[in-house]
């Protein structure tokens, strides 16, 4: 059973709340505080390898948070805002994505955990949680293996043409069925995982917006849907990884641990969120996400 409104609005859960954010703000501090004076004293602050100056940990720290918060809150948005951000900063794919890849493995499983400790949804009893996030995530291997065999065989645009497409389309129906209690169908996370599954390993990313509105219209609770999708998306990630290790033998250590501290301390706060956030905000939170990412994806292929 997940914990009741009366308990997460009680006097005891408020005090814990305020208790959470404070720890978290003072822990935020002192960590971007080390990463700036990391390296000037060696022998009190652990160097991080690599060549990176110490105002690009810091600036990256930052905004993996801000990414990352926004991704454990409604599900969507981590790699899909930070990735190109990184590359505009001059960073190459190859040290980009293994790890975001990593970053976004750890994160998920904390994020999942969290989302269970605070009630917003039930690893441990709720089949239909359960049955969702094993369905997806076996969706997640098989599509990303199929979309490596057909990548080079199917042109980039049209995929990214289909993927705008219903990535737009679902933000609309989520939107549009706001005010109604949907009933829960399978088949419908079967579709949308496939696809989802299909465009992280085709594209790198996408992954959030379609299994997350696509639970919603699916008939899941959008606080489960969130959970379910950080769970998920952290064993697609995994797979990622393991493949990049394969491939290339070695992550960029200099960009992947501010990266992955800045999206863990962003999941206490998130998940909070989410745990006080009424249904029907969640709802078109992920629909207006949804229909703006659909939007910038249009835009871009069209401009």
Known sequence: MLRSEETTTSPVAQVLRAGRVRIWAVAVLAVTFL??????????????????????????????????YIDSALGMGYGTTLTPLLLLAGFEPQQVVPCILLSEFV???????????????????????????????????????????LAVSIPQVWVKVIIAVVVLSVGVLTLATV?????????????????????????????????????VVSGISPKHAVGITSLAESLTCLVGLIGYFLVQ???DWALAVPLTLGALFSVPIATLTVRVLSEKVMRTSVGLVTCGLGLMMVVKLVW
């Open 107 to 149: 994160t998920g499983l904390s994020a999942a955990v969290m989302h269970h400790r605070d009630g917003n949804m039930d690893l441990l009893r709720d089949r239909r949680v359960l049955g969702t996030a094993g369905l997806l995530s076996v969706l997640s291997v098989l599509g990303g293996a199929i979309a490596v065999i």
């Open 35 to 68: 990463l700036a004076i990391q390296g000037s004293f060696p022998s009190v602050v652990p160097t991080i390898p690599g060549d990176l100056a110490t105002g690009v940990l810091v600036v990256v720290f930052l905004a993996a948070i801000v990414c990352e």
């Open 179 to 215: 005010g109604r209690r949907l009933r829960f169908r399978p088949g419908h996370i079967v579709a949308l995982g496939a696809v989802a599954a299909f465009n992280k390993g085709i594209s790198g990313g996408g992954y959030g917006p379609l299994v997350t509105a696509g639970q």
């Open 249 to 251: 033998g070695r992550i």
